[in-house]
């Protein structure tokens, strides 16, 4: 159980244009949902938490408008990486959670972004 | 703030030896959740063992077992019988109880089992 998807796991694209990347938990209705960035070697930095049905909280230093999450329903949100550069290429995961006390983050395959 | 600290970068071991990995964390709250995830070359992250704070008895699981200390504030993973498939970088994480279920993670320690 707790399986979540994620999709594409690697995309290749040119300057300018914009990526959607979509995070699905199939066999649980995630009330949670978080984005990270990790570079190689490196540990992951969480982007940005979303709840289904508000607004994404970002944290300090990420760009609303370059990374555009949307979390429409318990089982689905996606990251929008706008007009990418290639600094943004890296390595994007996402994970789920049930709001429920102790429950851990299962987390998605990642995504691997690279702008040509 | 909750800090988590992995102070070694890389280990390695031989197979179907031991090893240890290090972790400590700072946080002023009384319950909270431990957490090691395993990350392979193929980048999955992988849910190795939990911890719940108020629980006294260390988690177990297969060969997998932590040195949970809270007063120290140390949470260290254990590895026996190492496996080749155990190559990985291995990530401690903090969890507090009403942070939403946003994790902290260390800085990681990458594990390699030799033959």
């Known amino acids: 159980g707790a399986v979540v998807s994620q999709h594409p796991s690697w995309v290749i694209c040119k300057s300018g244009t914009s990526v959607k990347i979509e995070c699905r938990s199939l066999?649980?209705?995630?009330?949670?949902m978080f984005w990270y960035r990790q570079f190689p070697k490196q540990s992951l930095m969480l982007m940005a938490t979303?709840?289904?049905?508000?607004?994404?909280?970002?944290e300090q230093g990420v760009e609303k408008d370059k990374f555009l999450i949307n979390h429409a329903s318990l089982t689905l949100s996606t990251l929008t990486v706008t007009s990418a550069h290639p600094e943004d290429s890296s390595f994007y995961i996402c994970?789920?959670?049930?709001?429920?006390?102790?429950?851990?983050?299962?987390f998605g395959d990642g995504t691997r972004l690279s702008i040509l | 703030a909750q800090t988590v600290t992995q102070s070694q970068p890389e280990m390695s071991v031989q197979e179907a030896e031991t090893v240890t990995l290090s972790c400590t964390y700072d946080t002023s709250e009384n319950n909270y959740y431990l957490f090691w995830y395993k990350q392979p070359p193929s980048r999955q992250m992988i849910l190795v063992i939990r911890?719940?704070?108020?629980?006294?008895q260390n988690a177990t699981e297969n060969r997998f077992s932590v040195n949970f200390q809270k007063a120290a504030k140390s949470f260290s993973l254990k590895i026996s019988d190492s496996q080749l498939g155990d190559t990985a970088m291995y990530f401690c994480a903090f969890m507090g109880n009403n942070q939403g279920g946003k994790l902290i993670f260390g800085q990681g320690t990458e594990l390699s089992v030799k033959p």
């Open positions: 994970s789920a959670r049930v709001e429920i006390y102790n429950q851990p983050q299962h």
């Open positions: 979303s709840n289904e049905g508000s607004k994404a909280t970002y």
């Open positions: 066999d649980f209705q995630a009330t949670t």
């Open positions: 911890q719940e704070a108020y629980k006294q």
